[in-house]
């Protein structure tokens, strides 16, 4: 989900060097990372599923292609709307196909599993529960808390987009500054329950409101 708010940042135009006699770019300047990632790749400790070519195929397991299938053959019965659709068309999965989704699903549960407890989306509110931001946070449990935000404030016609610029986490109060649209917004929380309370600035500085983070959805 992170990766589809950093697909919404707006590329830089690169200058030409041959046209100003500056030194090509090095390979690390173009590779850094965005600022809302101050972390550098790693691989995930729980690998996505990945069958072997016989994964669920008895034995003996002929070669996979376009001649490997039965044709598919649906009588359409009365018409359906889009509304009222409900796969109703499809065929019930083979075995193979229905191993293959529940080890798919196993493997996110697992790496799920072992994500640290702030991971998820989530909504910051005022105390009569206007809601102010929408959260993305990615936590993995052990290092900096990363994710993105969006402002929900029904008067701007266009909202607001921004990334966690750094974060603080100890004996449950979560510190975090967010970085968006050329301004830093300050967020300090408490754990209370199921939720968190706190204050929210919309500057450094800034006379600051009673909120409460609550999670919309783990991931």
Known sequence: MLGLFLAMGVLAPLDDPTSSGAPAPETEALAAPHPSSA??????????????????????????????????????????SVDA??????????????????????????????MGPLDGHWQLADLNGQPLLELLITDDGASLLEGAFRELNPNHPHQRIGHIETSRLANGRL???????????????????????GAYSEAPGAEPIGVNMTLRRAR
């Open 39 to 80: 972390l550098p790749y790693a691989a995930p400790r729980v690998r996505p599923h990945e069958p072997p070519s016989n994964f669920g195929r008895p034995a003996p397991v002929q070669p996979e292609g376009d001649l490997d299938a039965e044709p598919v053959r649906i009588v359409v019965e009365p018409g359906l």
């Open 85 to 114: 659709y409900r796969g109703q068309l499809e065929r019930p999965l083979a075995e193979a196909d229905r191993r293959y989704h529940e080890a798919v699903r196993d493997a996110e549960a697992r790496y799920d599993a072992t």
């Open 175 to 197: 510190s975090l500054t967010l970085r968006g649209d050329g301004r830093q917004r300050v967020l300090e929380l408490w754990q209370e329950g199921g939720f968190w309370r």
